[in-house]
Every structure is written in C-alpha cells, then in structure tokens.
C-alpha cells in the first residue's frame, strides 16, 4: 500500500505510520505528485530537493545500485525543510523529531527499494 497512515505492529509501541504512507505523504507535500504519487514525479522532486540542499550524492547513493549512504536527521531537515516536516508531522500525528529520526533510518533503504534499476522511475520510463 502506497497511500496512507497505517498500523504498524512491528514498530515498537504505539501507533505507527507505516514509512510508505509517510513517504507518499512527503511526495504530496513537496510538490504536484497524483495518486501515483511517490512513482510518478514526486521521488524525482524529492531527489531534487536533496542536490538543491548539497546532498544529492547522498541521495543518488540512494537512487543507484550499491551501498545507500546515511543521513542524519539534521541534514534531512535542512533538505526537505521546516514547513513540510510541519505538515507532514500533522498529517501523521507525529513529532518533527520522531518523522526526522524515522525518515533518516528509513528513507534511504524506501527509496532504493522505489529505483530497483538504479534509476527514478521517470528516467526509466522515458528510456523505453
């Protein structure tokens, strides 16, 4: 399931959002992304925001095949910015510190899952 706020039993305690309805949620906050959201154009803009803020090599590490470089909550802030962890912590129900932590343990792995090719989505789709 791509959309959403869900259960996760696996998170310890508490309700959890699971990170693919965070990360479709961030698609639609940062920018245009549809339903398809995080597929279509949205992971493109959010790469994009990480080069903007001096850590696209982190991101592309993420994108391309290979080890996923790590990045600390701080530096995510600085890339997605205040007013999206706003709203992303009030659709959520979660604090700035819990998305940051979250988002920095899990993004890098979410968005390699995302490029299986080594490639945004709509790389490889104009590639055909």
């Not at 920095?104 to 490889?124: C, F, I, K, M």
């Amino acid at each position: 399931m791509l959309g959403g706020v869900r259960q996760n039993p696996t998170a310890g305690g508490g309700q959890s959002v699971g990170m693919a309805g965070v990360l479709e949620q961030l698609s639609r906050t940062i920018g245009s992304a549809s339903a398809g959201g995080i597929l279509s154009g949205g992971l493109a803009e959010l790469v994009d925001r990480f080069k903007q803020s001096g850590h696209g090599e982190t991101a592309e590490s993420w994108v391309r095949t290979g080890p996923n470089k790590p990045i600390a909550p701080p530096q995510l802030e600085q890339a997605i910015g205040p007013e999206v962890l706003d709203t992303l912590s009030r659709q959520t129900g979660l604090s700035r510190e819990e998305l940051l932590a979250r988002l920095s343990r899990e993004l890098p792995d979410a968005v390699d899952r995302y490029t299986p090719q080594g490639r945004l989505p709509a790389e490889a789709d104009s590639s055909r």
